[in-house]
């Protein structure tokens, strides 16, 4: 399978494996339950359990081997009761068969077979129905899922948007339109918005929660489409055309479907979904580590903070994660109260070249957060953003609103992958960097090389610099 279309694939397939496989331990318990109120099991304990974990097995296996779940979000109603009774009753069978060669049929009661064969037929479809619920009407609303824009002609945008609202999709939600050929900008299309023109759609894209484009525009404008695809690919963005096109010689194409369209698909950015899934696990295990540390020292850092200033100990701020999604930052606060109101005074000092605000000797700093940031203490809360999802342990530097607002393309791809805790810029000197354009280098030389590997690499540099407090100022 093409690697951009893996994550979909991937995630539907593990989830359902997930409760299929609750599904048949919950039905097989019952179905004892009810078959054996004493809870004696008629001397045959191991036996019963020996047969759960078959059905576990066989429940894995098949759906590993069948993929039977592959149409699993195009199938309707009786099309779902239908595959799930011929789902019930290959599992049912099958595991009688075992049974016999195991020369436990004769003690195994009947009941069992009953209670089990209808719980999980019901727990099986149920559990599909509400799975489906689920992800079409909360998950594909969310800000978790890809947001879409559609990029067409005034001639067709209408027929596109009707399709794609159609179809039958869950990852993606359909948010912006851009009309090419004629300024429709304020109008709305099944309740769509049309935000851009062909002469703003490049600059309205930096400054939105954008995951990927379709377009949809004829062969006459294949120099205009060539442009247009090379812009959101210097941003990490995921494009779909759905018209061949033999003529563009662009790297990471690949053809597949999209919302019904035949498509060729462009990114650069691809990275294996399995390892992303990798990657989310130990963010979960190493953010409550951290939280259990956060909790343990914040008595005594919230002690001297409030000693020192007036004002709260948490500092949140509104930052820039994935694809432009805003979320709230948590450190502990290290200036005074009325730094952001200062900052313009200080604008002049500035020690970074770009967007970034670094200096010396900044005077809003607090002597508690002074050492705080020299220690880097004050970055512990943001576990926390961990543990939601809003960021990473290792990736790059997620950016304030005002630097967000200046974006271009090329900057704009360092939001192509979550933001992290550390990454390249943190552990090579992160106060002696004077560029914000060196800042932007590092977080693109970091997605280009990104593998688990590199992130474990990071986390040990990341320890070095806090024990040896090399760049934190």
């Given amino acids: 399978m093409n690697t951009i279309y893996r994550k979909s694939h991937v995630v539907k397939t593990y989830s359902l494996i997930f409760l299929e496989t609750i599904g048949v331990a919950l039905s097989y318990f019952i179905a004892l339950l009810l078959r054996f109120e004493d809870y004696t099991f008629d001397n045959h304990f191991d036996m019963y359990v020996n047969y759960g974990v078959f ?204 919302a019904g369209f035949s498509v060729i698909s462009f990114s650069i950015v691809n990275m294996d979904f399995r390892r992303l899934m990798i990657k989310r696990v130990f963010d979960v295990i190493g953010s409550l580590i951290g939280i259990i540390f956060t909790i343990i020292l914040y008595p005594f850092i919230a002690l001297a903070i409030k000693i020192e200033s007036r004002g709260p100990v948490i500092f949140k701020q509104e930052r820039i994660g994935k694809n432009g999604r805003h979320f709230m930052i948590y450190k502990y606060r290290s200036m005074y109260q009325d730094a952001e109101e200062r900052l313009a005074e200080l604008k002049s000092k500035n020690e970074v070249e770009g967007l970034m605000f670094k200096m010396e000797d900044d005077p809003r700093i607090t002597k508690v957060g002074k050492f705080l940031r020299k220690t880097s203490l004050d970055e512990l809360p943001q576990f926390f953003n961990v543990l939601k999802g809003d960021m990473s342990l290792v990736g790059t530097r997620p950016p304030t609103v005002n630097e967000f607002e200046h974006y271009n393309a090329h900057y704009k791809r360092r939001l192509s992958i979550t933001p992290g805790l550390t990454g390249m810029w943190q552990v090579n000197g992160r106060s002696d960097i004077k560029d914000f354009d060196e800042v932007v280098r590092l977080d693109l030389e970091y997605i280009d090389n990104w593998s688990l590997r590199l992130d474990f690499k990071l986390i040990l540099q990341t320890i070095g610099v806090v024990i040896f407090r090399k760049g934190s100022k």
Avoid at 162 to 179: C, F, G, P, Q
Avoid at 232 to 257: P, R, T, V
């Fill in 55 to 258: 059905l576990l097995v066989m429940t894995l296996l098949y759906s590993i081997v069948t993929d039977w779940n592959r149409d699993f979000f195009e199938r309707g109603f009786f099309k779902e009761m239908w595959a799930v009774g011929k789902y019930d009753i290959i599992i049912t069978v099958l595991s009688t068969t075992f049974l016999f060669f195991t020369k436990d049929a004769y003690d195994f009661s009947r009941l069992v077979f009953v209670y089990f064969a209808i719980g999980n037929l019901i727990s099986a479809y149920l559990l599909h129905i509400g799975f489906k619920e689920f992800m079409f009407r909360y998950y594909k609303k969310s800000m978790n899922s890809d947001k879409l824009m559609v990029i067409t002609d005034s001639a067709h945008v209408d027929k596109v948007v009707d399709r794609i609202m159609e179809s039958k999709h869950w990852n993606y939600e359909l948010t912006y339109i851009a009309v090419t050929d004629k300024n429709m900008i304020g109008q709305e299309i099944k309740g769509i918005p049309v935000v851009a023109t062909l002469d703003n759609v490049i600059d309205l894209s930096t400054q939105v929660v954008l995951d990927r484009v379709f377009i949809s525009l004829p062969k006459t404008e294949i120099t205009v489409v060539r442009d247009m695809i090379l812009e959101f690919e210097a941003m990490g963005i995921l494009c779909h055309y759905n018209i061949e096109m033999d003529e563009l010689n662009l790297d990471g194409k690949e053809a597949g479907s999209f």
